[in-house]
Nanobody
Framework: VQLQASGGGFVQAGGSLRLSCAAS????????MAWFRQAPGKEREFVAT????????SYAGSVKGRFAISRDNAKNMVYLQMNSLKPEDTADYYC????????????????WGQGTQVTVSS
């Protein structure tokens, strides 16, 4: 499984960004997908996850109500819509693939893409 994240950038507080992650795998619909992030000097943390069909999602408390994860199995894509961005959302964002339902731990995801940087200015 190869994952390619994109869509990061620089945005002012209160703005929005949409991250995308393209997966190179035949059986994309059998993988749960997730987004994690890592701020400078901090550990990588869970952001959101979505089930194989997209019918179930789970979010970290810090982003609930502001971020939305979605997927398009026909295109092998997963997205993270980020609204009402705050300076504390500044981080490198990583997409990940695994097989567990709504898992939130780093070790639950064996496949990772490279990070895409998000910077939110105050």
């Amino acid at each position: 499984v190869q994952l390619q994240a994109s869509g990061g950038g620089f945005v002012q507080a209160g703005g929005s960004l949409r991250l995308s992650c393209a997966a190179s795998v035949r059986t994309f619909s059998t993988y749960a997908m997730a987004w994690f992030r890592q701020a400078p000097g901090k550990e990588r943390e869970f952001v959101a996850t979505i089930s194989w069909t997209g019918s179930s999602t789970s979010y970290a408390g810090s982003v609930k109500g502001r971020f939305a994860i979605s997927r398009d199995n026909a295109k092998n894509m997963v997205y993270l819509q980020m609204n009402s961005l705050k300076p504390e959302d500044t981080a490198d964002y990583y997409c990940a693939a695994g097989t567990l339902y709504l898992a939130t731990q780093i070790y639950n995801y064996p496949y990772w893409g490279q990070g895409t940087q998000v910077t939110v200015s105050s």
